[in-house]
């Protein structure tokens, strides 16, 4: 990409001659970006639609969403660092975002196909915003599914190699 100052690719941590990462790291990299937005404006949606109820707590849904921005950010900050070959880094994505956060994600839609007479009965109150934040709701998985995996392509384990001298705490644009 570019440097440009709307780029979704991160800085080198260091001056110098940055190690461009292997396509397989730069693929997991823009699928959490990519999810990380889709979370973002799918919580935009269901606030918007919560406001427009009589009775709102605003305090509430403020509080929940700086906690929903807090580990987003967090989550951009991990996934920065396994641009630059952090071996925690892909670990904490794998099972904050490929365990956790995906099982997050399923439990709403698989407890309402679970809970349904018929498969028709899903789609009988089906309004534009629920079906935007189903739209945004799917993007994100899928975004994710594409994302693990990709951080365990053969060229992504050579990138996270021990050998390569992450073991020792330096960092792969420290070593160029």
Same mark, same amino acid.
């Given at each position: 990409m570019t440097d440009t100052a709307l780029s979704l690719w991160p800085a080198p941590l260091r001056s110098g001659a940055p190690v461009e990462p292997p396509r397989a790291i730069r693929i997991a990299y823009l699928g959490m970006v990519v999810a990380l937005l889709a979370g973002v404006a799918e919580a935009i949606v269901r606030i918007a639609a919560l406001? @427009?109820? @009589? #009775?709102?707590? /605003?305090?509430?849904?403020? $509080?929940?969403?700086? =906690?929903? &921005?807090?580990i987003y950010l967090v989550v951009l900050l991990v996934a920065?660092?396994?641009? +630059?070959?952090?071996?925690?880094?892909?670990?904490?994505? $794998?099972?904050?975002?490929?365990?956790?956060? &995906? &099982?997050?994600?399923?439990? #709403?839609p698989l407890a309402a196909l679970l809970s349904a007479d018929k498969f028709g009965d899903l789609f009988a109150n089906t309004t534009v915003e629920s079906a935007t934040i189903g739209l945004f709701?799917?993007? +994100?998985?899928?975004? /994710?599914?594409?994302?693990?995996?990709? =951080?365990? +392509?053969p060229e992504a384990r050579r990138f996270f190699s021990p050998a390569s001298g992450e073991s020792s705490g330096q960092t792969r644009a420290q070593r160029q």
């Open positions: 406001l @427009e109820r @009589e #009775e709102v707590d /605003v305090a509430s849904l403020a $509080t929940g969403l700086a =906690m929903r &921005l807090g920065i660092r396994m641009t +630059h070959g952090a071996r925690w880094a892909r670990l904490v994505l $794998t099972v904050g975002i490929g365990v956790i956060g &995906l &099982l997050s994600l399923v439990i #709403e709701r799917v993007i +994100h998985i899928v975004a /994710v599914l594409v994302a693990i995996p990709a =951080m365990y +392509h």
